[in-house]
C-alpha cells in the first residue's frame, strides 16, 4: 500500500471535512423538522438521502485523516431519523463502524472516544432485547467524568438506562435512575428531557401501584408538552393516556385516544412506535369484545415488529396464542412506548 505524505493526508482531510460540513448544512434542518408537525416532505428527502449518505460515511471511514469528530456529528443528526423509520440495526451498524474507526486511529490509549457512540450503541442494544449490554454500556457512560454530573448527557443516560429497568422489572432501580434524569434536566431547564422523564416517571407510578400520583405526573407531562412542538413526544404521550385510561375503565376515551396515537405514528413513518401502540389498543379491544379486530392489529403489530428483530415481537405472539387459546394473555407493553432519548456529548479532555 502506497503511504501518503502528510501534507496530502491534510489536503485529503481537508476535502472531507468540508464535504462533511455539507451534509450537515444541508441536511440538518431536515432531521430537526422530523419530530414536528407536517415533517412528510423532510422525511421524503431524508428516504431519498439515505443512501448516498451511507455510501459517502462507508468511504470516508476508509479515508486518511482524523475524521471522527465531524463522522459523530453525522450519525448523531441522522439519529432522530432512523428512530423515527425504525432502522435499529442500520444505526447499530453505523455506531460500531465509527466505534472501530476510533479505535484504528485513535493516537494513544489516553485518547477519549466521543461518549454519545457508546449511549447510540447501548440504546440500540436495548431495543433488540439485550438488556444487561445496554445497561452495561449506561453504566459505563455514567462512570466516566463525575465532576459532569449535570451535564445534559448524564440525563440521558439515566433516562435511558430507566427503561432497560421499567422493560426488565426492576422497579425501584429504574425509578431512582430516572428521579436522577428528571433532577438533571430540571438543572438544565430541558424542557423536552423533564416531559420525557415525567412520562416515564408516571410508568414506574404506576407500575408501583402508585395510581393518583401517575395521573398527576402525566398532568405535568402534558403541561410542558402544550408549550413545545414536539410531536414526537405527544403522540407518546397520547399513547400512555389511552393505555392509563383504559386500565382504569374511561374505555371510550381510551379509545380515542388509542386511534388518534396509532394514526399519528403510521402517518410520522414510525413503524415501531405504530405497532407498539396498535398492540396496546389491541388488548383494549380483545377486552371490550372486538376479538377479530384485535387479532389484525396485534398480527400487524408482530409482523412489523418481527421484519426488525424487536424482542417485543415475542410478547404478542404470546398474547395472540392466548387468546385463541381463551387463556391468560400477557398485558399490553405500555413501558416500550417510550423512546431512548439522544444526546452530544463534547469529547472528554485528554487525562494528564
Same mark, same amino acid.
Given at each position: 500500500? $502506497? *503511504? %501518503?505524505?502528510?501534507? !496530502?493526508?491534510?489536503?485529503?482531510?481537508? #476535502?472531507?471535512? +468540508?464535504?462533511?460540513? =455539507?451534509?450537515?448544512?444541508?441536511?440538518?434542518?431536515?432531521?430537526?423538522?422530523?419530530?414536528?408537525?407536517?415533517?412528510?416532505?423532510?422525511?421524503?428527502?431524508?428516504?431519498?438521502?439515505?443512501?448516498?449518505?451511507?455510501?459517502?460515511?462507508?468511504?470516508?471511514?476508509?479515508?486518511?485523516?482524523?475524521?471522527?469528530?465531524?463522522?459523530?456529528?453525522?450519525?448523531?443528526?441522522?439519529?432522530?431519523?432512523?428512530?423515527?423509520?425504525?432502522?435499529?440495526?442500520?444505526?447499530?451498524?453505523?455506531?460500531?463502524?465509527?466505534?472501530?474507526?476510533?479505535?484504528?486511529?485513535?493516537?494513544?490509549?489516553?485518547?477519549?472516544?466521543?461518549?454519545?457512540?457508546?449511549?447510540?450503541?447501548?440504546?440500540?442494544?436495548?431495543?433488540?432485547?439485550?438488556?444487561?449490554?445496554? $445497561? *452495561? %454500556?449506561?453504566?459505563? !457512560?455514567?462512570?466516566?467524568?463525575?465532576? #459532569?454530573?449535570? +451535564?445534559?448527557?448524564? =440525563?440521558?443516560?439515566?433516562?435511558?438506562?430507566?427503561?432497560?429497568?421499567?422493560?426488565?422489572?426492576?422497579?425501584?432501580?429504574?425509578?431512582?435512575?430516572?428521579?436522577?434524569?428528571?433532577?438533571?434536566?430540571?438543572?438544565?431547564?430541558?424542557?423536552?428531557?423533564?416531559?420525557?422523564?415525567?412520562?416515564?416517571?408516571?410508568?414506574?407510578?404506576?407500575?408501583?401501584?402508585?395510581?393518583?400520583?401517575?395521573?398527576?405526573?402525566?398532568?405535568?407531562?402534558?403541561?410542558?408538552?402544550?408549550?413545545?412542538?414536539?410531536?414526537?413526544?405527544?403522540?407518546?404521550?397520547?399513547?400512555?393516556?389511552?393505555?392509563?385510561?383504559?386500565?382504569?375503565?374511561?374505555?371510550?376515551?381510551?379509545?380515542?385516544?388509542?386511534?388518534?396515537?396509532?394514526?399519528?405514528?403510521?402517518?410520522?413513518?414510525?413503524?415501531?412506535?405504530?405497532?407498539?401502540?396498535?398492540?396496546?389498543?389491541?388488548?383494549?379491544?380483545?377486552?371490550?369484545?372486538?376479538?377479530?379486530?384485535?387479532?389484525?392489529?396485534?398480527?400487524?403489530?408482530?409482523?412489523?415488529?418481527?421484519?426488525?428483530?424487536?424482542?417485543?415481537?415475542?410478547?404478542?405472539?404470546?398474547?395472540?396464542?392466548?387468546?385463541?387459546?381463551?387463556?391468560?394473555?400477557?398485558?399490553?407493553?405500555?413501558?416500550?412506548?417510550?423512546?431512548?432519548?439522544?444526546?452530544?456529548?463534547?469529547?472528554?479532555?485528554?487525562?494528564?
Amino acid at each position: 500500500m $502506497v *503511504e %501518503l505524505h502528510d501534507e !496530502v493526508k491534510t489536503v485529503f482531510e481537508r #476535502r472531507h471535512r +468540508h464535504l462533511l460540513d =455539507a451534509i450537515l448544512r444541508d441536511l440538518a434542518p431536515l432531521t430537526e423538522h422530523v419530530q414536528r408537525a407536517n415533517a412528510g416532505d423532510a422525511l421524503r428527502e431524508l428516504d431519498d438521502d439515505l443512501g448516498m449518505v451511507t455510501e459517502m460515511l462507508s468511504t470516508l471511514t476508509a479515508a486518511p485523516g482524523d475524521l471522527l469528530e465531524p463522522l459523530c456529528d453525522v450519525l448523531r443528526v441522522f439519529s432522530p431519523y432512523f428512530d423515527l423509520r425504525g432502522l435499529t440495526r442500520e444505526q447499530l451498524d453505523w455506531a460500531q463502524n465509527l466505534l472501530g474507526y476510533f479505535r484504528d486511529h485513535a493516537a494513544s490509549e489516553e485518547d477519549a472516544v466521543d461518549l454519545s457512540l457508546i449511549l447510540i450503541i447501548a440504546n440500540m442494544m436495548q431495543r433488540l432485547g439485550a438488556h444487561d449490554d445496554a $445497561v *452495561e %454500556l449506561y453504566q459505563f !457512560v455514567l462512570s466516566i467524568d463525575r465532576h #459532569r454530573s449535570t +451535564h445534559p448527557g448524564f =440525563a440521558v443516560a439515566y433516562h435511558n438506562m430507566a427503561l432497560v429497568h421499567l422493560g426488565t422489572g426492576a422497579y425501584p432501580e429504574g425509578m431512582a435512575a430516572c428521579e436522577r434524569a428528571l433532577a438533571i434536566d430540571q438543572h438544565n431547564e430541558n424542557e423536552r428531557g423533564i416531559a420525557a422523564n415525567l412520562m416515564l416517571l408516571a410508568d414506574f407510578q404506576e407500575a408501583l401501584g402508585q395510581v393518583r400520583a401517575s395521573g398527576e405526573t402525566l398532568k405535568q407531562a402534558l403541561e410542558i408538552l402544550e408549550r413545545i412542538d414536539n410531536r414526537v413526544l405527544m403522540t407518546t404521550f397520547k399513547g400512555k393516556a389511552a393505555a392509563f385510561t383504559a386500565k382504569y375503565g374511561e374505555t371510550d376515551k381510551a379509545d380515542a385516544l388509542f386511534r388518534e396515537a396509532v394514526a399519528e405514528w403510521k402517518a410520522m413513518g414510525d413503524d415501531e412506535q405504530y405497532a407498539i401502540v396498535q398492540f396496546n389498543y389491541a388488548v383494549l379491544l380483545h377486552e371490550t369484545g372486538r376479538k377479530e379486530e384485535a387479532l389484525q392489529r396485534a398480527e400487524e403489530s408482530r409482523r412489523l415488529l418481527a421484519a426488525d428483530g424487536h424482542y417485543v415481537a415475542g410478547h404478542i405472539r404470546a398474547a395472540m396464542h392466548a387468546w385463541k387459546q381463551g387463556e391468560e394473555a400477557p398485558s399490553s407493553v405500555t413501558p416500550n412506548q417510550n423512546q431512548p432519548r439522544r444526546v452530544r456529548f463534547n469529547r472528554p479532555p485528554p487525562k494528564g
